[in-house]
């Protein structure tokens, strides 16, 4: 098993490269079936989705899509913030559109929950949300609940495949779970 040392934490690999591309899959086949005939705009929350979002999208079959991004802060290390700040705010029209919000995780849904409600004040059709990871133990927002999940995970820190320690880390092809 792999492992890795990070600003003084042990961290350990937990889903192998393989394990995320058939998690992907799992997640793009869903929605390729849900968003048939339809237009999606997939709206990828940065940082840490950008990795999950180009394997997902490439991934999906005979869906017409567009992509546009976001970036807002919510959290810095390893606890939360609790504040939403939008640092790079929406570019797109959303009006009249089915919005596909890409996250790379999903931990007390506060951002889901603030981007859910900016786009349905912004005129959206529907407001569905795709996560690599969500943490159910951790949730605080029932309406922030990911529509399509790649894994779950209990209370653990994890690194790697878009999420970051700190802004570092993002780049690892798997993820890693800290250790205590
Ligand atoms: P939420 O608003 O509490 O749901 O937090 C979501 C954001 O927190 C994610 O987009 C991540 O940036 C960050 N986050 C939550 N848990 C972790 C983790 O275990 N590792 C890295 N980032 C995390």
Not at 18 to 33: F, G, K, M, N
Not at 96 to 102: A, E, G, K, L, T
Request: proline residues 3%; hydrophobic residues 40%; aromatic residues 12%.
């Amino acid at each position: 098993m792999r492992t890795i040392d990070e600003q003084g934490y042990h961290f350990e690999e937990w889903l192998t490269p393989e394990q995320i591309r058939a998690d992907v899959q799992q997640v793009a086949d869903r929605i390729s079936a849900d968003y048939k005939g339809k237009e999606p705009l997939f709206v990828v929350v940065l940082n840490g989705a950008f990795v999950f979002a180009a394997d997902l999208i490439r991934a999906l079959k005979n869906v017409r899509c567009e992509i546009t991004f976001i970036r807002v802060s919510s959290y810095w290390g390893m606890s939360s913030k609790g504040q939403l700040e939008f640092i790079v705010p929406l570019q797109q029209v959303v009006d009249q559109r089915d919005v596909v919000i890409v996250e790379d995780i999903v931990d007390t849904g506060l951002t889901i929950h603030q981007l859910k409600a900016h786009f349905r004040a912004l005129g959206a059709t529907s407001t569905r949300v795709a996560s690599m990871l969500f943490k159910p133990n951790k949730l605080e927002y029932e309406d922030s609940k990911p529509d399509y999940v790649g894994h779950e995970i209990t209370d653990e820190f994890v690194i790697g495949y878009g999420l970051d320690f700190d802004g570092f880390v993002r780049n690892l092809d798997a993820i890693y779970k800290v250790k205590e």
